[in-house]
């Protein structure tokens, strides 16, 4: 039994008093009028609230799980770190409502308008969010793993940093979205628009890409989907540092890219790849195709990179291949670092070159002809060098 | 070879093989084989050469055959490395052959520990190796002769 009856809460409010930490768990105040009510830290559980009006209502630490607040008008409502865990929000209006750090988790909010509310580290992992309006929304730090968020409206959304892994955001608008840093492992962004949002630093293992639309999207140092992606629509990306439009990557280098297959990062001739300092590759499979020069001065951390006949890779003095692994019958030539993840680190090379201050650590296998080594004095080496094995050239170099 | 003063070095001839175990104070020059331990301020061994055993010189100029763990401040290796071969050094260097000619070194399956320890970054990335061999002297490299 609540410590309040539902008229003696409406009595108070009426005269201007507040109810606030009162046990109120199951109180049905479904369409009453409570704009700007204060419900701080009250005990709501289980509460009827249907389309009741709680405009700039104060909620802050309140508990409302499992409450009922379809159709609520909750606009500009101050739920900060209030707990909804398995509350019914279905069709409610909480535009402009802080839901700063609330727990959300499971909760309904199919066809809420949440636009331009303030969600940063709220707590919404297994929320239904089908047709939700959350535009110009703050869910920086949210949790929204394993979310549904089919047809949703999050068009200049802020989900930097977000965790979006396993959500389902088929159909869903996500125009201008700023989604760096986000995780969005597995989720399902099938057919959604992803029109210039900021994918910088992303990740997209696993993420399924099928008719989305990503036109003029920021995707510098974005970790992609590790299959190959088919079906995306998009003029170009943005592959420039500062998301300042000024590395258009087009054609199948979009595939690539988004796949992770390929992250191309290019200047000078066609067969030459440039990876610049300050730029961090992480998780990244990079092929190069025969007779290609690429050079690296950049970060490369789990990567692994297939070279042609005749490729040659350098690793200026700068660059850094931490975890990686280098498979193919080219020549290798390091300056800077390389540390091997899995081994060998360098398989099929017929060139392995270590200058003055390079230095490696990993395990070369060698190819049937054998590598041709050259080592100067003051490199450091912790090398093992193996001998050539069958079963890992029989596909011409390819990682395996 | 090592010292300025001495032209003295301690030859094993081609056709002469020995094993066993040789210290010598003089530069050791291999035309022959030897298979055992050697101990010697350098150590060079000729094209037509072989040392298989282990090995703790300052300095090792191979144009030969090794096997073996071989510990120095300085390596110069051509010739052939063979399997189950380690190599310490504090400084290595295997000059690089064109892209037709011949190869400089042939490695076999062998295990090269060059210079300090690696980064602490890098030695996340893999188990700590065991150190470096300590410099007691770094003297510039001198031909087979000992001259």
């Known amino acids: 039994m609540p410590e309040l009856t539902a008229d003696v809460v409406l009595k108070k409010l009426k005269i201007g008093e507040k109810v606030e930490r009162a046990d109120l768990r199951g109180l049905v105040l479904s369409r009453a009028l409570l704009e700007g009510a204060s419900f701080r830290r009250c005990d709501l559980d289980g509460a009827n609230l249907e389309g009741a009006r709680l405009a700039r209502a104060l909620f802050k630490n309140a508990s409302l799980r499992e409450a009922f607040l379809a159709g609520a008008d909750l606009r500009e409502a101050n739920l900060e770190s209030a707990d909804l865990e398995g509350a019914n929000l279905q069709g409610a209006k909480l535009n402009g409502a802080n839901l700063s750090r609330a727990n959300l988790e499971g909760a309904n909010l199919q066809g809420a308008d949440l636009s331009g509310a303030r969600l940063t580290h709220a707590q919404l992992e297994s929320a239904m969010l089908g047709g939700a309006r959350l535009v110009g929304a703050q869910l920086a730090h949210a949790g929204l793993s394993e979310t549904d968020m089919t047809t949703a409206k999050l068009d200049d959304a802020d989900l930097t940093s977000a965790d979006l892994s396993g959500a389902t955001l088929e159909e869903a608008s996500l125009a201008r979205a700023q989604l760096r840093e986000a995780q969005l492992d597995g989720a399902i962004l099938t057919r959604a628009d992803l029109t210039g949002a900021d994918l910088r630093r992303a990740k997209l293992e696993g993420a399924r890409l099928e008719g989305a639309i990503l036109t003029g999207a920021h995707v510098h140092g974005l970790v992609g989907t590790g299959e190959p992606v088919s079906g995306v629509r998009a003029d170009y990306l943005d592959d420039s540092i500062d998301a300042s439009g000024t590395s258009k990557v087009t054609g199948d280098g979009i595939f690539a890219l988004l796949s992770g297959k390929v992250i191309v990062s290019s200047v000078g001739p066609a067969n030459k790849r440039f990876f610049g300092r300050g730029d961090i590759l992480r998780n990244a499979h990079l092929e190069f195709d025969a007779g290609a020069s690429v050079e690296i001065e950049s970060l490369f951390e789990h990567c692994t990179i297939a070279l042609g006949e005749a490729t040659e890779l350098v690793v200026g003095k700068g660059g850094v291949l931490s975890g990686c692994q280098i498979m193919g019958p080219g020549r290798v030539t390091i300056h800077g670092k390389f540390v091997e993840q899995e081994s060998p680190g360098i398989a099929g090379a017929t060139q392995v070159v270590v200058t003055a201050g390079g230095s490696m650590v990993g395990a070369v296998e060698q190819p049937a002809g054998l590598t041709r080594f050259g080592f100067e004095p003051g490199c450091v080496l912790r090398v093992k060098i193996q001998p050539f094995k069958t079963e890992r050239h029989t596909n011409s170099g390819r990682p395996r | ?147």
């Open chain 2, 1 to 147: 070879m090592t010292d300025p003063t001495s032209d003295r070095k301690t030859t094993v001839e081609e056709g002469t093989q020995f094993k066993g175990s040789l210290s010598s104070k003089c530069p050791v020059e291999v035309k022959g084989r030897i298979e055992g331990d050697l101990t010697a301020p350098s150590l060079f061994v000729s094209p037509t050469g072989a040392v298989h055993g282990r090995v703790k010189v300052g300095e090792i100029r191979s144009q030969g055959e090794i096997a073996g763990e071989f510990d120095a401040n300085i390596v110069q290796l051509s010739g052939t490395v063979k399997d189950n071969t380690i190599v310490r050094a504090k400084s290595l260097e295997v000059k690089l052959s064109s892209q037709d000619g011949k190869m400089q070194v042939v490695f076999g399956e062998c295990s090269l520990e060059i210079g300090a320890d690696p980064t602490q970054a890098e030695a996340v990335a893999r188990p700590p190796e065991p150190p470096a061999p300590k410099a007691t002297s770094v003297r510039p490299p001198v031909g087979p002769n000992g001259a």
